[in-house]
């Protein structure tokens, strides 16, 4: 315990002054990550599909500051363009954000202070996302423990300004493009998600459910599974998560 | 779900299929931050359900495409989709330049055989 404090105080490198020089030190951050420029495919290929569908840009905002997951508003914004059933939207979003239950579990630790109190977790908690998760880990260890609430909030406020911006020009854009263009811009969200989720795969457990989702996914829905989404999340990662056991046991 | 929209209006929608479905599960993980660690069996299952069900969606997404991306033929969307891989893993695994090859791979192509 006492190692590790020790260890976490040797890595502070990054000293601010306050609280709101760690928020707008976070801001600076975000806007200079290459997760920044991830945001903006994926929400320009968001605002262009929103467009395409006929919700209001209003609209598309407001679900980037509510859901914020971009998987769940993906899911959300197609179905309303081909159908499905309320419960079975809301099911589908469900499953895909079961992966925000483990990051807010390995990321709140990271900010807690002697006598935190329950509603200051609370904006770290909403704000949680797979890029603000993956810059979190990485930046907070080097930022001073009592800061490091303020600097994981601004360094989410800056992925949101830029994910509902560019949510903003996807949309507005998408309105006067040429065809081809307009189908490049509805291209960036699955190559976005694509590559980042290739780059999120390290174990080779990860790999495997990517591999068996990318397959079991258009395979169930070619033949007209009901509830495919689901299904494919269940039996893939199912079987990866039994692969990955089997060879625990086995090494 | 348009039905719905159309009943509900889509506001309620976004609070009933997007907000609460989606917030329930950070609100989940806050109330068992202590409890639970990041290398317990359930969190590591539901991690790779997480990735399955995610890889269908982008996989569904470039092959049942909607919208103009439909007009663009599935042998030049699978084709820039395998070109945004290889340029990924050819150049230092960075997701910029792999999206960017992805999309200059799918403009020419859609440029060359659009109808």
């Given amino acids: ?251 | 779900m348009k039905a719905a929209v159309i009943e509900w209006g889509p506001y309620l929608i976004l609070i009933l299929v997007g907000f609460l479905p989606n917030e329930v599960w950070r609100v989940i993980g806050l109330l068992t931050a202590r409890g639970l660690d990041e290398d317990s069996q359930l969190v590591i299952w539901s991690r790779a359900v997480a990735t399955a069900l995610l890889a269908g969606v982008i996989a569904k997404l470039i092959l049942f495409s909607s919208g103009e991306l439909a007009n663009i033929p599935l042998p030049v969307r699978i084709g820039a989709a395998a070109c945004a891989l290889g340029t990924y893993l050819g150049v230092k695994r960075s997701v910029f330049a792999g999206v960017i090859a992805g999309e200059i791979a799918l403009l020419v192509g859609g440029f060359l055989f659009v109808p």
């Avoid at chain 1, 309303?80 to 895909?96: D, I, N, Q, R």
């Fill in chain 1, 1 to 251: 315990m006492s190692a590790s404090k020790s260890a976490s105080k040797s890595a502070a490198s990054t000293k601010f002054p306050s609280s709101v020089a760690a928020y707008f030190g976070g801001v600076k951050s975000a806007l200079l990550s290459v997760f920044s420029l991830v945001l903006m495919g994926t929400y320009i290929g968001l605002g262009a599909l929103a467009h395409d569908v006929g919700v209001s840009s209003v609209w598309l905002a407001l679900s980037t500051i509510l859901v914020w997951a971009a998987p769940a508003q993906l899911i959300m914004i197609s179905a309303l363009g081909t159908g499905g059933t309320v419960f079975e939207v809301a099911l589908a979003v469900s499953l895909s954000a079961t992966r925000l239950f483990p990051m807010v579990v390995a990321l709140l630790p990271l900010l807690r202070v002697p006598g935190a109190r329950l509603r200051d977790m609370l904006l770290p908690t909403h704000f949680t996302s797979i890029s603000m998760w993956v810059e979190s880990l990485r930046l907070l260890p080097s930022v001073a423990r009592e800061h490091r609430i303020a600097f994981c909030n601004g360094l989410s406020s800056g992925y949101m300004g830029t994910a509902v911006t560019s949510g903003c020009v996807g949309y507005y854009l998408a309105a006067g493009l040429p065809p081809l263009l307009a189908g490049a811009l509805l291209f960036l969200t699955p190559m976005s998600f694509f590559l980042s989720t290739v780059r999120n795969a390290r174990m080779m457990m990860d790999k495997l459910a990517l591999g068996l989702g990318l397959v079991l996914g258009p395979l169930l829905a070619y033949w007209g599974v009901q509830l495919d989404l689901m299904w494919t999340g269940i039996i893939g990662g199912t079987l990866a998560y039994a692969v990955h056991r089997v060879r625990e046991a086995t090494q």
